[in-house]
């Protein structure tokens, strides 16, 4: 019954910010590592950002300097803050996270449903 569920995402023009939230719910031990996936049509899914429990996080050369990835250990939740947003990251967002459930000892990895992103213009 582990879920991840995103949201945030939306319609805005080049150069305009969102900001991401997922949450993680249901029978946790502990998460490990989380991160932020975008997959455009007819494109490969890609690794956005990533962020360890310690917060040490990791980029794609692509958002370096504009996404910001957070944590928020307590509420089980990752963010992803998008600024100056050009009309190539339009994609659906993918949260992703390292979980050890209370039901299955090893760690696995969980996907969010998606959001859309939308940049105009």
Known sequence: QVQLVESGGGLVQAGG???????????????????WYRQAPGKQRELVATITSGG?????????????????????MVYLQMNRLKPEDTATYYCNAEIKSRSYYPITDYWGQGTQVTVSS
């Open 17 to 35: 910010s969102l900001r991401l939230s997922c949450a993680a719910s249901g029978p946790i031990f502990s998460i490990n590592v989380m991160g």
């Open 56 to 76: 040490s996080t990791n980029y794609a050369d692509s958002v370096k300097g504009r996404f910001t990835i957070s944590r928020d250990n307590a509420k089980k």
